[in-house]
């Protein structure tokens, strides 16, 4: 089955540590994003990449890093620089950017800064 | 700036019809999105109108008025399973998804 997968689900991490949340997917996709969710609040996009080893910043990119190095796979990393990390990531994906820009998401990952 | 806004909860009884507005101003328009949310888990597609109007696809129907800015999503014959978050979504000019915060529908017996 083509899909996305983000793991892991529930993450917990100390406070002044760097995570990386994974995200693959097999739909042979070519654009790719991440979202942060908060409560009551929109998904609000942190960074997307259009092709391989390019990647543009999103609205809110401060203190979170990328890479694309393969088509199918878009970690994030969260660094210490980022000041409330805790909430849930989504990642995303979609055929191209084009009119027609219907996303698919993964399950998420829930991360908590202790 | 950009702006998307839509109710933060509603209410509706099993077996009714609930209708969900968003209102938008955004930089251009290339489209607009519905998806459902379920509480923890990810958002899924329901619809995707660009040209003014209805369109419908089974108990969920959306529309569409680019001169108003604004769109509707209409429930039929509630269910309980269709308590989610139902989140509104604009393409812009530079093919962005900008985001509402969505709307809690809870389905109440």
């Known amino acids: 089955d083509g899909g996305i997968t983000q793991s892991p689900k529930y993450l917990f991490r100390k406070e002044g540590q760097n995570v990386t949340l994974s995200c693959e997917q097999n739909l042979n996709h070519d654009a790719m994003y991440w979202y942060r969710q908060d409560p009551g609040q929109g998904l609000r996009l942190i960074y997307y990449s259009q092709i391989v080893n390019d990647f543009q910043k999103g609205d809110i990119a401060e203190g979170y890093s990328v890479s694309r190095e393969k088509k199918e796979s878009f970690p994030l990393t969260v660094t210490s620089a980022q000041k409330n990390p805790t909430a849930f990531y989504l990642c995303?994906?979609?055929?191209?950017?084009?009119?027609?820009?219907?996303?698919?998401f993964g399950p998420g990952t829930r991360l908590t800064v202790l | 700036g950009q702006n998307i806004d839509q109710p933060t909860e509603m209410t509706a009884t099993e077996g009714a019809i609930v209708q969900i507005n968003c209102t938008y101003q955004?930089?251009?328009?290339?489209?607009l999105f519905w998806y459902q949310q379920h509480a923890g888990e990810a958002p899924t597609f329901l619809s995707y109108?660009?040209l003014d109007g209805l369109e419908e696809k089974g108990r969920f129907s959306s529309f569409l008025s680019r001169s108003k800015g604004y769109s509707y999503l209409l429930l039929k014959e509630l269910q309980m399973k269709d308590s989610a978050s139902y989140l509104c979504a604009v393409v812009d000019s530079n093919y962005q998804l900008i985001w509402g915060a969505g709307t809690k529908l809870i389905i109440k017996p």
């Open positions: 109108n660009v």
């Open positions: 995303a994906s979609s055929a191209s950017e084009s009119s027609y820009n219907e996303q698919f």
């Open positions: 955004t930089s251009g328009f290339n489209g």
